[in-house]
């Protein structure tokens, strides 16, 4: 698949129109993931306007805020969600009283092996199962040094076309599309496998989806 030449023909397009395309572009065997972070609804919202039965995958780590749960229930509930939900396969009390506190940015490799457990490992079992060939996400490029690297279709080895429809989006573009569409947002949010927004988890890292 020609990537460049798809990123060079909608780096200009709308949401919606590279949503369609993703869909076009699609066996059948699409999803759209998500992590409840501020500003979510806007991704979700629009894929569930163009194909509302399309899966939302979410990894529920077992360490999130009150808040965001009380937002994911709310945006399922008000958008009609297909929602996918994967856990880790050992829970939040279990891995505290085996492994302690969830470790910091002073230490990597600990906070690397969490993210594993987590959120990665989830998510690469949600990919096995599902097998999907597009994988919708709400990155944007501004969001941080290496988002600001990929582009709106990135495709690697063997795993899904990933698709990211606000690429280009500001901050202000996407609060104006919550506004206007009435669209629930939390902006309490933490998410321990990153605890720094300039740091990636892993998730959109080369070779995790190959």
Not at 74 to 94: F, G, H, S, W
Request: with cysteine; glycine share 4%.
């Amino acid at each position: 698949m020609d990537t460049s030449a798809l990123n060079a023909e909608y780096a200009s397009k709308s949401p919606l129109e590279i949503i369609k395309k993703a869909i076009e572009l699609s066996d059948g065997s699409i999803i759209v993931s998500t992590n409840f972070r501020p500003l979510e609804a806007v991704i979700l919202h629009m894929c569930a306007e163009i194909k509302p039965d399309m899966p939302v995958v979410w990894v529920d780590l077992g360490y999130l805020m009150p808040q965001t749960y009380v937002f994911a229930e709310k945006t399922i509930e008000q958008l009609n969600l297909n929602v996918k939900v994967y856990n880790p396969l050992m829970t939040a009390a279990r891995r505290d009283a085996l492994k302690g506190a969830v470790p910091g940015l002073d230490n990597e490799e600990e906070l690397e092996e969490f993210a594993e457990l987590v959120k990665l490992e989830p998510f690469k079992r949600a990919l096995s199962e599902m097998k999907p060939d597009i994988w919708i996400t709400s990155i944007r490029k501004e969001q941080n040094p290496y988002r600001d690297t990929l582009d709106v279709f990135v495709k690697e080895g063997d795993g899904p076309l990933k698709v990211n429809p606000v690429f280009y989006w500001s901050e202000e573009e996407m609060e104006a599309y919550i506004t206007e569409n009435n669209l629930p947002d939390e902006k309490r949010y933490f998410d321990p496998t990153k605890i720094a927004e300039h740091r990636e988890c892993g998730l959109h890292k080369p070779g995790f989806s190959k």
